[in-house]
C-alpha cells in the first residue's frame, strides 16, 4: 500500500508543477506584451490659428530606427540610378580588312589557349579541315595548364598573310607571334 500511495503522490506533484510552470510562463508573457505595445494614435487636436508651425523633424540617421514609411528610401533612389540601354544597332558594318605584314621574319598564328585539352584538339581538327596543319602546346601558367594551338613556324610573309586570310574567313581569331628574323 506505502508504493501506490507514493506513486500518486508523485503523479500528483508532478501534474502541480507543469501547471505552476504553465502559469508562470503565461504571465511572463503578458506583461512583456503590456510593456512592448506601442501607444495608440492620438486624437486630433485643433490648433489655434495664432500658434507657431510645428518644428519639422531633425533628419534621421541610417543607424538610428525610421517609421516604416520612412524606412526603405532605396524605392525613391533607384530611379535615379536606372541605366538605359541602348538598342543593337540594326545596322551591320562590315569588318575591317586585316593589315598585311609587311616586316620580314619568322611568326607563328595562335589559333586559340584552351584550359581544356578536348577544346584545343577540337580547334586542331577545325584547322585540319581547312587544310591548315597546326600543333597543340601545353603551358603551365600560376598553377594553371593551358594548350595553345599554334600554326607556323612560317617565314613567308605571303604565305602568312594568306593563312591569316583562310582563317578570318572561317571565322577563327588567330594572334601573330614573331619569333626570329
Known amino acids: 500500500r506505502r508504493k501506490t500511495r507514493r506513486r500518486q503522490a508523485d503523479a500528483m506533484?508532478?501534474?502541480?508543477?507543469?501547471?505552476?510552470?504553465?502559469?508562470?510562463?503565461?504571465?511572463?508573457?503578458?506583461?512583456?506584451?503590456?510593456?512592448?505595445?506601442?501607444?495608440?494614435?492620438?486624437?486630433?487636436?485643433?490648433?489655434?490659428?495664432a500658434a507657431p508651425p510645428a518644428p519639422s523633424p531633425a533628419p534621421r540617421s541610417a543607424d538610428s530606427p525610421a517609421s516604416p514609411a520612412l524606412r526603405f528610401r532605396f524605392y525613391d533612389m533607384l530611379p535615379n540610378f536606372e541605366v538605359v540601354i541602348p538598342e543593337e544597332d540594326k545596322t551591320v558594318i562590315p569588318a575591317?580588312?586585316?593589315?598585311?605584314?609587311?616586316?620580314?621574319?619568322?611568326?607563328?598564328?595562335?589559333a586559340g589557349s584552351f584550359s581544356?585539352?578536348?577544346?584545343?584538339?577540337?580547334?586542331?581538327?577545325?584547322?585540319?579541315?581547312?587544310?591548315?596543319?597546326?600543333?597543340?602546346?601545353?603551358?603551365?601558367?600560376?598553377?594553371?595548364?593551358?594548350?595553345?594551338?599554334?600554326?607556323?613556324?612560317?617565314?613567308?610573309?605571303?604565305?602568312?598573310?594568306?593563312l591569316r586570310q583562310q582563317l578570318r574567313g572561317a571565322k577563327i581569331d588567330a594572334m601573330v607571334i614573331r619569333v626570329g628574323e
Open 116 to 162: 581544356a585539352y578536348a577544346d584545343a584538339d577540337r580547334r586542331k581538327a577545325q584547322l585540319a579541315m581547312l587544310g591548315v596543319t597546326s600543333s597543340i602546346q601545353k603551358v603551365s601558367i600560376d598553377d594553371k595548364v593551358y594548350h595553345r594551338v599554334r600554326i607556323g613556324p612560317v617565314d613567308r610573309l605571303d604565305q602568312l598573310n594568306r
Open 13 to 49: 506533484q508532478g501534474w502541480v508543477w507543469g501547471v505552476f510552470g504553465l502559469g508562470i510562463g503565461l504571465s511572463v508573457a503578458a506583461l512583456i506584451f503590456l510593456n512592448d505595445r506601442e501607444p495608440g494614435p492620438a486624437t486630433p487636436v485643433t490648433k489655434s490659428p
Open 96 to 110: 575591317a580588312p586585316l593589315q598585311t605584314i609587311d616586316d620580314p621574319g619568322v611568326y607563328v598564328l595562335q
